[in-house]
């Protein structure tokens, strides 16, 4: 199969936009992806789009044609992917392997998600759509509670890591202080968020992630084509990984790490001929700051019981030995569901091409991203390498 390369990239500034529409922040994201490409629209031959709820949410489906309209594409071939919060990913996925395969030589891959317009109340039932219905959202489970879960566990199996949950927030917040798409771009003590108001113990309002109005989009292409442009560092996709795991946190075979994420490094790796301390940063699935604990583990980066060891010893710090979330991640850069996953490699890549202006790393030649999608039933990471 041959190799794929990221031509262009765009985004939307993430926040809370209830006087912009879905078609709106496709036309901004995407219009930037084709024109960093160097593109003619003309030669993208498929759309790829990630979505969560449009149509709870917004009382939009059929979001792949929309792109295409929206974008001006003529009548090529759309896919919408849904995935809850690993929407893009799934997206990206779907268009890399048609690109690799040979099918496309070039497709647009986006996502987008508009949620901040509704009541809060609105917004949890469709969020809560993305685990168990039955068994656990018409009993009152929330996805703060199914994370509180496993923090509680997590500190009973191995120990209290409250401190570095807080200290994961204030990185967030700090990278998102120097990310001007961020959603909230303003640093935080840790006193502050040691000290916040509880949303389910042991998590306070600083350990969740934000509700996001956003979206996000690559030009994906085959990298003789990409490295022809020459417009851009070439940026190609290393690695590619997905895997799946049980919708409900009690079928579970263990809550303080996730099968789908571990499955899905595995392939990612293996495919990159890669082991996790190649990679420079990573954007990891820091939907609360203990999942970011639990993702560094999975992920090779420390060993079991030991992820928040990294934390503490400040690796995972902007100018730390393996820089995390270097955007300000879910908890302050934003997470706009559908659009999450693009938005994370929009990150990278921005990062591969030296472009991050005040959070630019030292080192950035291989980068990670790792999404999941509801309880951690859906996982997705890929890798990326700077040529």
Known sequence: MRMAAIAGIGETKMGRYPDRSLRDMILEAGGRAIADSGMDKKEIEAVYMGNFNSQRLCGQGHLGPLVSEVLGLGNI????TEGACASGSLAF???????????YDTVLVG???????????????????????????????????????????YFYEYRNVKREMAMNAVNAHYNAARNPDAQMPKEVTLEKVLFADLIASPLSLFDCSLVTDGAAFLVL???????ALGKHRLVEVAGSGHAGDTVTLYTKKCITSFEA???????????????????????????????????????GFAEPGHGADLVAEGATALHGSRPINTSGGLKAKGHPIGATGISQMYEIVTQLRGDAGARQVKKADIGLTHNLG??????????????
């Open 93 to 103: 996925r779907m268009g890399l392997l048609a690109v690799m395969s040979g099918i």
């Open 77 to 80: 071939p759309t896919i919408r």
């Open 261 to 299: 994420a571990k499955s899905a490094a595995k392939q990612a790796y293996d495919q990159a001929g890669l082991k996790p301390a190649d990679i420079d940063l990573a954007e990891v699935h820091d939907c609360f700051t203990i999942t970011q604990i639990i993702n560094l583990e999975d992920l």
């Open 374 to 387: 509801g309880t951690a039933a859906t996982g997705l990471v890929h890798i990326f390498r700077g040529q």
């Open 111 to 153: 996502g987008a998600e508009k949620m901040t317009h509704q009541p809060t109340e609105l917004v949890t039932e469709a969020i809560v759509s993305a685990m168990d219905y039955e068994i656990e959202a018409m009993e009152g489970f929330t996805f703060p509670a199914n994370f509180a879960m496993m923090a509680n566990r």
């Open 221 to 227: 292409t085959t990298s003789d084509k990409a490295r």
